[in-house]
């Protein structure tokens, strides 16, 4: 593990207070406040119209996505404020090209890409989506016999996952809409039918008010735009005032103060995966005094977990942040690769550790969408086996049950 | 075993008096802020099937609230369509009934203002109703009105529709004008005259009211600059007040207007839409006309309160809808200045907003340079007004708390039981939205009493069925008021 990387035990929010929810539908909206942000980063938003783009990552790979906006951060190194003139600047730049009339796409190059010195447009959750897809992406690193030549040779590619836009989840654009924004307001946690969608932070109150809109045009898992589907009306509320103690004016505007705390509290308590979690996270891009870092969770299959990028200022404080929900299957997927990495793609030994049997791991690997992998002679052999020994499994427990 | 019999009896009585009586203030409550307009929080379409429901299950339960409603002083929009829907079902059977029935209608109609009767009457048509009363209610409004000629100018369209579909006894020249105009080389009414000689005469375009002569000095590409300075004369007050922005931009000098003769919410959402530099270098002056505003409003209908201290809500939802643009703001604003303007030592408290100025104004501060935004804190303005010890607390608000949700309803209850034996406050919810999902406005919570708020001029007579809102009344008694207050509304428009 490179200095680059590294594996933390909780995401912190510091400088960061939750403000009680607004609740529309199924969707409920937490709003994040800081109340002494920093004036030397700010971040906008530069809209891609085409239909979708192409981003080279290396001369060899490609990424290609619906990308509807990019985010430009503009920073100073010296503490100032960045100033509005800059950032009007920074939307005339040349970025990428466009193809195409009919079905029109956007060629741009790297995830985050420095554009002057003191601008970076980097492309929000595309770089945390990256990092998801990439994982692994070489492919085995030793020649065992079950991997099909097409992995040995290209690695994993093409790899892919499906996620679903905002605008696809019930009641969420009316919710953003309707949403009453804050003053001192940086960021928002996305809750669907009272799981964690999605969590968003900025550096400054004036860029979240500019940048409020693109969490509609921003991505979710399946599992949310599921959540979305079946989502009712949750009203929770904490504890309400103490009647008792109350005796005076002053009594009640220290209960009032209380309920404002439990709010607070109540909403730490709603999203443990981001609190609670440990996460690996990889720097994406250094840029003094920030660093863009993307990271995900520990990928426990039994839990839910959330891929994601933020900037962090030298300070520690944090400065942007941008998560996805994994669904179950995705989370699968990302688990079933890491831990054959671990083994060296072994599956003999990969099998061991998950505690099953090879053909059963052949057969999870199958089911997860990985059956391109291996040779297709090596899967039809675990599909035999595994068919023929449940088969005699089954007749053996009838007997075993006859005799007791 | 009698005994249990006839306490149960009490008990479904009891039961069945106080939903009935939920019902009617529900639908009052409704009357009073519903406007078929979209809403911040839902669509017009929504808004309308939810309205329409509660009018026809009203009629059809109680046909005597439903007609008295039409005296209680509730909005425009709900009187044209209960005089709509009370015409579609007919006369009653009952010969009192009916008489005050057709009273009621025919005092409502001549309150409300014509362009809204005649789309009234356009809709019977598209209702398809036209029974004998309907008839007899279009000829007599129609008689009723002092210049026909100038009607069926203005309104030329919509009376045709009326007349053809209400068979119409019509004077030759007002039917060859609304049927047969091009054949017509000339009228004896000169207006008629006017309408038909503007067709090729721009002359003639400025003898003819606002509305009708902009189609004509748009068929004679009249430029914009001087068909407004030739037609001023012919304006109304209300379109020389909407002519205000668009001829500043135009270069022209305004159309005079006395701004204290507009009403007071309809000046106060005028004044909220001004450009911010320009309310701050008029401020004095509009300050003062929304004052004169108050003081007319208060004359015509007065309000009689005790110390009385307003919470008032700017935050983001109150901007409303782009048809209903900036009112609930604007009723805010307007029942500042109508209690600064009734009650002695009033304070004004706003939740906080972006701007972070203007947490608490008294009469003499120029609310109306308030900036809306920003989320829905109702606790700490709350507890400054209770600080403030006051008797009477009114909430302005849409209802949808979130900076935290139910803290209103939780400080009024533990205020209620826990402190008012020291000093007693009655707490009031002013809604000025309709929320169909609830068929009335959105309440705070059950100890805080909900009335529906259009107009603040309406403040007062919706003050008038806040006790049966909060239940201490009976629905014998709410009839009985609302009894009362039809027989005094059909003696004025009758004497």
Redesign the interface.
Known sequence: MTDRQKTSSGMRLNGLTL?????LGGVRLV?LIRSGHREDLRLSPRVYSEEFAFVEIDPKTVYTSYVPHGLVANWTTDGGAVYGSQMALAAKKKDGKSYGRFMTARGLRKMARREGKTQLRFLPLHVAMEGLLALHFGGPDIAWTEYSTAVMRTGLSPRSETVVPGDQIAGLDDALR?F????NQVGMLVFVSESLASAFVVPHPDDYTALHHTLITDFYGELIWQFGCYATENVM?PE??N?QS????AD??R??DA??RR?NRFNTMMSPALFDRAYHSERVYRFKPFSLERFVTDLDPSAENHIGEAIYADDGTLQYLKTYRLSSAQTRRAYLLSQLAGQDWDLERCAETLDCRKNELILRLENAGFGYLLHQHVLDEARATEKKRLKSGLSGVSRADLLS | MKNASQSRDEIYAAQKEASEREDLVMFINACFAATGQAEYYCSRSYGRVSIDFLHSYVLANYRRVYRRVLAAGVNDFNRARIVLKLLAAGAPPDKADREEEGKLISATLHSLPANRVFTLFTRLREAKINNRRSRAVVRDYLKWRSSPAFDAVKYRSKVRIVARHTHQDLDPETGAFLFALKEQKQFETPLFDSFLRAHYSKQAVYELPYSVAEGFAARHQIPRLEFLRKIEPRMTHSERQRAQSSAERLGKEKPKVDLARTPLTKLAMYVIGLPIEQQRRRAAELHDALRAAAARALRKRPLSLGRTAAVLDRSRSTWGSRERRRRPLAVAVAVHYLLAASGNGMQSFWTPSRSGDLESATAEDHVFLVEAGGQTDLATPLLAAIEYQVDNVIIVSDGYENAPADAARQIVHAYQTRLSQTHPIAFLHANPVFDPDHFSPKPLGSPLTTIGLRDAEDLGASLGFAKFSSGEASQTQLEAYLGMLATVFIGVSHD
């Open positions: 403000a009680p929810p607004q609740v709003p309707l009453e924004i804050h003053e509320f309400p005032i009647m109350i005796e005076s004016i009640l505007r209960e009032v309920l404002r709010w």
